[in-house]
């Protein structure tokens, strides 16, 4: 009986598929009136995720790792992330 308990807790609260794809779009849905700023906004989610990644990927396997300091691992991951969408918004208004 507690197992069913545990996985009814676990598909409500941390696989429910409707929450987590509506957290997904939230900011996507806040900034597309148009089809053009949709895909626009797609393609910048794309190009950051990707870029991300790949940064985190390196800064991880090469500095963190190496140095035993990978609890610091979500602070350089959101510094990354900023920073690219900084970029990337200065290059959209340019």
């Given amino acids: ?20 794809k509506f957290l997904g779009i939230c900011a996507f849905v ?15 989610v794309i190009f950051v995720m990707t870029l991300a990644s790949f940064i985190c990927w390196l800064i991880q396997n090469y500095l963190l790792v190496p140095l035993h300091i990978e609890f610091l691992q ?18 959209i208004k340019k």
Avoid: D, R
Avoid at 1 to 20: G, Q, S
Avoid at 30 to 44: C, D, F, I, Y
């Fill in 1 to 20: 009986m507690e197992k069913i308990f545990l996985i009814i807790i676990a598909a409500v609260l941390v696989n429910n598929y409707v929450l987590t």
């Fill in 30 to 44: 806040g900034v597309s009136n148009k089809l053009e700023s949709a895909v626009g906004m797609g393609m910048a």
């Fill in 74 to 91: 979500t602070v350089f991951f959101i510094l990354i992330i900023a920073a690219l969408v900084q970029f990337l918004e200065m290059v």
